[in-house]
């Protein structure tokens, strides 16, 4: 008798819903239906978009034979780490000048927050800091629990942030959690274009919440993933993690070149440290080796090529900042064109919350039993959350959205 497989007690997993979710709508056959659920841009005509300059650079890439398949360093492409924290930090950085800050090649920015969570896990503040309490946002993009628990946080808390009736920033609950948050506790702080609320807090309410973060000795660990979706803007977009360094913080930046370049699936992300001095940074980057040594060893390339010549050729990269611009641009007409639609309607309720919020998600408001009212009779499909991605609006599909939504909201409690 054959004996009974090693893996008989493992129990099924629940599904990634952001991914279920375009499953299911792949499967769905109604000529209707749309995507709203995907994190990822798409065209007018519902199309990924491969950004025009990456397609330039490609095909540079594939014409110059100086290059090979050799594996890059531990750390990654030193032209991509270097220029990737500049565009975070600015071209005037005090901390590039003095020389205190450093930075890993990761894959993606999920890659750069998990190996900052690895090293924050081993080494934050002294040794075996598993007990520190990181916070982060209520409510926030899902892997961010899954990271910091994977890399073995015990206590990962929310702060508050999104007030659901004024549908904007809680900033009195924010400031008071972080008041009452442990000293040296960790906080991940969304760089802009918040995920999935669309709302970041004013750079005077930033200034707020740095002070009490410098008073309570708080770790800022900035997650930017969308650096120009906010406003089409990269420096406005970076105003955060900038003031934050300007202020004498040492931060934790991760950064994802996933919807800013279009470049998903090559899993190009960077890590930032800014510390006190060189010397300390140099020893953190050196346990960040050994993570990444024990983890995928050694960085894909091309992604990280295509950014590092992007970013290094002043014509290439000003031909980037318009691409990022149309895109930008586009949710920006979305919202817009969502808001005008629903306001004709009468769709009960207030809707100005469309255009007030920024970069790629709304939370448009509406609640599970709506959702689920969209996805199944509409074939409309969103998180239960209520979080839409405006670039799954166009300007074909804007008229069908709206009335679903209308209705949903009419019919549907
Ligand atoms: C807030 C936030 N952080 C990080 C990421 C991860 O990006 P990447 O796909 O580059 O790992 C995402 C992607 O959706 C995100 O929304």
Request: neutral net charge; charged residues 20%; contains cysteine.
């Given at each position: 008798m054959a004996a009974a497989s090693l893996f008989r007690d493992v129990p099924q997993a629940q599904p990634v819903l952001v991914f279920k979710l375009t499953a299911d709508f792949r499967e769905d056959t109604d000529p209707r239906k749309v995507n709203l659920g995907v994190g990822a841009y798409r065209t007018d005509d519902c199309q990924p978009w491969v950004l025009p300059v990456v397609k330039k650079v490609e095909q540079r890439i594939a014409g110059d034979n100086t290059l090979n398949h050799e594996y890059l360093p531990i750390l990654g492409l030193p032209e991509f780490r270097a220029n990737a924290s500049r565009i975070a930090l600015g071209d005037d950085s005090p901390a590039i000048k003095e020389k205190r800050i450093g930075s890993v090649q990761c894959l993606g920015g999920t890659g750069a927050l998990r190996i900052g969570a690895e090293f924050l896990s081993r080494w934050y503040n002294g040794t075996n800091n598993t007990a520190t309490p990181v916070y982060v946002s209520s409510p926030t993009w899902e892997n961010h629990n899954g990271v910091f628990t994977a890399a073995g946080f015990k206590d990962i808390r929310t702060y508050r942030y999104w007030d659901a009736a004024k549908r904007g920033l809680n900033l009195e609950g924010l400031l008071q959690d972080m008041e009452n948050a442990p000293e040296f506790s960790i906080f991940i702080l969304h760089a802009c274009a918040h995920n999935p609320t669309g709302t970041d807090p004013t750079p005077d309410q930033w200034k707020q919440i740095a002070d009490v973060m410098k008073r309570r000795f708080l770790f800022p660990f900035f997650d930017s993933a969308y650096q120009g979706f906010a406003s089409g803007n990269l420096d406005k977009d970076a105003w955060a993690v900038r003031y934050f360094v300007s202020e004498g913080f040492e931060i934790f930046c991760s950064q994802s070149f996933s919807k800013n370049?279009?470049?998903?699936?090559?899993?190009?992300?960077?890590?930032?440290?800014?510390?006190?001095?060189?010397?300390?940074?140099?020893?953190?980057?050196?346990?960040?080796?050994?993570?990444?040594?024990?983890?995928?060893?050694?960085?894909?390339?091309?992604?990280?090529?295509?950014?590092?010549t992007t970013l290094t050729n002043p014509e290439l990269f000003a031909e980037w900042k318009g691409n990022v611009k149309t895109m930008a641009d586009r949710i920006l007409k979305m919202r817009s064109e969502l808001r005008a639609r629903l306001e004709a309607l009468r769709t009960p309720g207030t809707w100005n919350h469309i255009t007030e919020q920024i970069g790629?998600?709304?939370?448009?408001?509406?609640?599970?039993?709506?959702?689920?009212?969209?996805?199944?009779?509409?074939?409309?499909?969103?998180?239960?959350?209520?979080r839409i991605n405006m670039c799954g609006l166009t300007t074909k599909n804007l008229d069908y959205v709206a009335t679903s939504i209308h209705e949903a909201v009419t019919k549907v409690q």
């Amino acid at each position: 008798m054959a004996a009974a497989s090693l893996f008989r007690d493992v129990p099924q997993a629940q599904p990634v819903l952001v991914f279920k979710l375009t499953a299911d709508f792949r499967e769905d056959t109604d000529p209707r239906k749309v995507n709203l659920g995907v994190g990822a841009y798409r065209t007018d005509d519902c199309q990924p978009w491969v950004l025009p300059v990456v397609k330039k650079v490609e095909q540079r890439i594939a014409g110059d034979n100086t290059l090979n398949h050799e594996y890059l360093p531990i750390l990654g492409l030193p032209e991509f780490r270097a220029n990737a924290s500049r565009i975070a930090l600015g071209d005037d950085s005090p901390a590039i000048k003095e020389k205190r800050i450093g930075s890993v090649q990761c894959l993606g920015g999920t890659g750069a927050l998990r190996i900052g969570a690895e090293f924050l896990s081993r080494w934050y503040n002294g040794t075996n800091n598993t007990a520190t309490p990181v916070y982060v946002s209520s409510p926030t993009w899902e892997n961010h629990n899954g990271v910091f628990t994977a890399a073995g946080f015990k206590d990962i808390r929310t702060y508050r942030y999104w007030d659901a009736a004024k549908r904007g920033l809680n900033l009195e609950g924010l400031l008071q959690d972080m008041e009452n948050a442990p000293e040296f506790s960790i906080f991940i702080l969304h760089a802009c274009a918040h995920n999935p609320t669309g709302t970041d807090p004013t750079p005077d309410q930033w200034k707020q919440i740095a002070d009490v973060m410098k008073r309570r000795f708080l770790f800022p660990f900035f997650d930017s993933a969308y650096q120009g979706f906010a406003s089409g803007n990269l420096d406005k977009d970076a105003w955060a993690v900038r003031y934050f360094v300007s202020e004498g913080f040492e931060i934790f930046c991760s950064q994802s070149f996933s919807k800013n370049f279009g470049l998903y699936n090559e899993r190009v992300g960077n890590l930032t440290v800014v510390g006190k001095d060189g010397d300390n940074v140099l020893r953190v980057l050196s346990q960040m080796e050994k993570i990444v040594r024990v983890t995928w060893s050694n960085p894909p390339s091309q992604g990280a090529h295509i950014v590092a010549t992007t970013l290094t050729n002043p014509e290439l990269f000003a031909e980037w900042k318009g691409n990022v611009k149309t895109m930008a641009d586009r949710i920006l007409k979305m919202r817009s064109e969502l808001r005008a639609r629903l306001e004709a309607l009468r769709t009960p309720g207030t809707w100005n919350h469309i255009t007030e919020q920024i970069g790629m998600f709304s939370f448009t408001g509406l609640n599970p039993n709506q959702v689920e009212y969209l996805i199944k009779e509409k074939h409309i499909y969103l998180l239960p959350s209520g979080r839409i991605n405006m670039c799954g609006l166009t300007t074909k599909n804007l008229d069908y959205v709206a009335t679903s939504i209308h209705e949903a909201v009419t019919k549907v409690q």
